[in-house]
């Protein structure tokens, strides 16, 4: 079982930088790929940035490419996401997950998931 918890979340002005934590609880090598989502108010959720653990490969979408960076510390079984250039359509729940693939480049098909953490960016 993958228990996964997500902090870091808060309200920030449009510029503005937050760095999300996903911490991986009872850690196994079952999961290789870990992911951020991001659901707003009325809005499907979307898969914001992936990376293959242990690997560095990452993936992200066209919406966050040049201000997300997804990374990891293995040593801490935690991913995290820095968020710079924070734009009010950003404003979001981000969620953590993950799932074991042979490729972290879809968002899709992920069974584990965090609970959530909110992020508000104000113009």
């Known amino acids: 079982q993958v228990h996964l918890v997500e902090s870091g979340g808060g309200s920030v002005q449009a510029g503005g930088s937050l760095r999300l934590s996903c911490a991986s609880h009872?850690?196994?090598?079952?999961?290789?790929?870990m992911a951020w989502f991001r659901q707003a108010p009325g809005k499907e959720r979307e898969g914001v940035a992936a990376i293959y653990i242990g690997r560095g490969g990452t993936h992200y979408a066209d919406s966050v490419k040049g201000r997300f960076i997804i990374s990891e510390d293995n040593a801490k079984n935690t991913v995290y996401l820095q968020m710079n250039s924070l734009k009010p359509e950003d404003t979001a729940m981000y969620y953590c997950?993950?799932?074991?693939?042979?490729?972290?480049?879809?968002?899709?098909?992920?069974?584990?998931w965090g609970q959530g953490t909110q992020v508000t960016v104000s113009s």
């Open positions: 009872d850690y196994t090598p079952m999961t290789n790929c």
């Open positions: 997950a993950a799932e074991n693939f042979a490729g972290c480049s879809e968002f899709s098909g992920y069974n584990y």
